[in-house]
């Protein structure tokens, strides 16, 4: 492990219950891997879907965005800024993320705007070597 929620929480401002990012792996230049450990106890589990729990599709594009935030923010020119969800594009949920599962989370850097303001990551969530989620992030630095 690279990175613990301590160690995330001095990139990114998300605080408990809504830091969704348990643990960062790696991280290159322009990806990064992290792992969210989906835990029975989480708190959405008590009114969505509660007969079947199953993580709520925002809430799984939340954590890649927490991800891809972290890669983001790592980078020297973006330290002590936030990174805003200014869009998310193309988002599939071919296999859904119930509690005992292990995410494995990539986001890799696809691009950065011309003076800097903004960023857009490829981003996919994995569970046992299944996609459950695969979008395109675009991040609004400030």
Same mark, same amino acid.
């Given at each position: 492990m %690279?990175?613990?929620?301590e160690q995330i929480k001095e990139i990114i401002p998300h605080r408990e219950p809504f830091l969704l990012v348990d643990e960062i792996e790696s991280i290159e230049e322009n990806k990064i891997i992290g792992i969210k450990h989906v835990r029975e106890d989480e708190?959405?589990?008590k009114g969505h879907f509660p007969q079947k729990k199953v993580m709520p599709g925002v809430l799984i594009v939340e954590t890649l965005a927490q &991800?891809?935030?972290?890669a983001v923010l790592s980078q020297e020119k973006f330290k002590g800024k936030l990174a805003y969800l200014g869009g998310i594009k193309k988002a599939r949920f071919p296999h859904i993320v119930v509690p005992g599962d292990d %995410?494995?989370? &990539?986001a890799e850097l696809q691009r950065m705007g011309?003076?800097?303001g903004t960023a857009v990551c490829k981003a996919v969530i994995k569970e046992s070597g299944k996609t459950a989620c695969e979008c395109e992030i675009m991040f609004i630095i400030g």
């Open positions: %690279l990175m613990d929620k708190y959405y589990f &991800t891809g935030a972290v %995410l494995v989370l &990539t011309s003076r800097g």
